[in-house]
């Protein structure tokens, strides 16, 4: 189950002087078949078949395939003999795949007080379970940027992660062959790791508990002041050891009052014992792939099981994607890159905020105040482009050695200590929450601010070589999508419910349409020696080329917050007035926002 995150979680430049025959942005331009009834197959149908990815992944797009190229590139780097760093020496421990630790997880295992621990003392068990492995079972402890004072950082306080995906976990009766194949993962790993002490009944009590869990209903934020929340107190004393966070100086918190109420109603309900083997079991299975080729061999088989994969990620890989986040610091010192791209890029994203601001003020169903509070809000965005500034910070001062278990326990507790010791930052520098080599683009909400990793300035979202037509269309609807993410909160509900009915999720389609048409626009200003018709083409195909993927048919990789790739693109090229022209289609209904 290493994937379950990443399917949740989920799921972009100017003039060129080449001349266009060198381009390969053109192809098939002229091999369309049905344009207007099915463009999106019409792309992908030769990608596909071109573009197998490897068996293990059960999802291959052109996002996971240049995240693959990626990792390829980094994996030739910790090998060099040249390269020297920690992260080569955690390396090379992680890839020994007949390396055995099971002992020293069984010690580590009774340190946390083992299974059916006697004498439990639930919150410290969790908070000495975070701050060792950052982790969070059954409550959830994050540090962000304090939503009613920009300028710190606070304590935000969650019902905690799942092991196994809250898909399955809240439709128990819909998904028992699922259940089942998580009840049979549990029990084999709980008795490769612990013995024959663990019986059925056991193992019933923590997917039972799992399933209460999820069923606990959201709720809203709410700050509140720490004398009020006797019952944390201890909790955070604990959490807090061993960091440099005065425990005295907490004041306030951000809470979730009601869904916290019924989190501590269900422990108080729940025998201390079941509580207690659950968290017991939340770190077992965090730690269970760093451990022994045994304990990877039962995780494959739930992944096979679950996501139709019929190969285990290859063991290089899974090592290079550990070091990538653990040592992005020294690797980006040492990746081959052309920093022009990012001057190149910056200059692509202020031209489309530009843009996106030209569109608003031209807005003609705005009032006046919310026209320049929309405007007032993009022209205020900044980018965070490639990698953050690179200092001594960036690069994880720990030691390793040849033990590759210990070496995992202490990059997790740097990353938790690290995580808590915000607090005492200010909020001047944003705290990268992903490695910088993700193949993705993000919007901050908190710091009203777009990360554009340098995973995502690689082909076929950006190149420098080809035209601007065809790099607007990949990245810059990506940038464009999480510009108007900027403007969730002045939704209108009258301008959006067109867009529910076409797809549901009604702030990504959006947010879709809006990528799309303001890069097109910005496209159009943008100098280039080919055909205006070469252009419109080049620019739709690659938006479309960019979506396209191959993925297992499953409940589980349906359930975000994003429509299926074919519908997402069917149905944003159809509210496209642009796309219908080219290709002279006739739509029934097409939705608009802000203009």
Known sequence: MKRFEFLFLALIHGASSLPFFLYHANEGLSDLRRPCD??????????????????????????????????????????????????????????????????????????????????????????ETTRLLGIHPIIKLTVDVDYSNHTRHILYVDSGDFVFPELFLANPKKYTKELQVYRKWIARTLHHVLGDEINEREIQEIVDFEIVLADIRDDQMKMINLKHLVYMKEFLRYLLEGTAVDYNKLQDIVVKPKRLEELLILLNNTEVRVVSNYIMWCAIKDLSRDVDPQLRKFSFEVDKAILGIDEDLDRKHECTQHALKNFGGDLIRTYRFDEDIISGVSQMANNLKLEFVRQLLDNNWMSFELRAEAVRKIL????????????????????????????????????????????????????????????????????????????????????????????????????????????????????????????????????????????????????????????????????????????????????????PVNIRVLKTLANS??????????TKEQCIIWN
Not at 577 to 586: I, M, S, V
């Open 38 to 127: 099915d463009y999106y197959r019409d792309v992908c149908d030769k990608w596909e078949l071109k573009n197998k990815g490897p068996k293990s992944e059960p999802v291959w797009s052109q996002f996971v395939a240049t995240a693959y190229e990626i990792n390829n590139k980094i994996q030739s780097i910790l090998i060099d003999d040249d390269f020297n760093s920690e992260g080569k020496i955690f390396y090379a421990g992680c890839v020994d795949d007949e390396a055995n630790y099971i002992q020293q997880f069984r010690v580590f295992a009774r340190k946390l007080g083992g299974w059916n621990d006697p004498h439990p003392e639930v919150f410290f068990k969790i908070a």
């Open 380 to 563: 205020s965005v900044r980018f965070e482009i490639g990698y953050p500034k690179l200092s001594n910070k960036n690069v994880k001062r720990v030691a390793m050695g040849d033990n590759h278990f210990i070496n995992v326990l202490k990059l997790k507790n740097l990353e938790a200590k690290s995580s808590l010791e915000q607090l005492n930052h200010d909020t001047k520098r944003i705290n990268w929450p992903i490695s910088v080599f993700d193949v993705n683009a993000y919007y901050s909400l908190l710091h009203n601010a777009i990360i554009l990793p340098l995973g995502i300035l690689h082909q076929p979202f950006y190149d420098p070589l080809r035209p601007a037509s065809a790099n607007y269309a990949a990245l810059g609807s990506l940038i464009g999508h999480e510009l108007s993410h900027a403007l969730d909160s002045l939704l209108d509900d009258l301008k959006v419910a067109c867009f529910q009915t076409q797809l549901g999720a009604v702030a990504e389609n959006v947010a879709d349409h809006v990528g799309l048409t303001i890069s097109y626009n910005t496209m159009l200003q943008a100098t280039e020696r080919i055909p205006f018709m070469d252009r419109r083409k080049i620019f739709f195909r690659n938006y479309a080329k960019m979506w396209c993927e191959v993925a297992e048919q499953n409940d589980l990789l349906l359930a975000e917050d994003h429509a």
């Open 577 to 586: 007035q642009a796309f219908n022209a080219l290709y002279k289609c006739e």
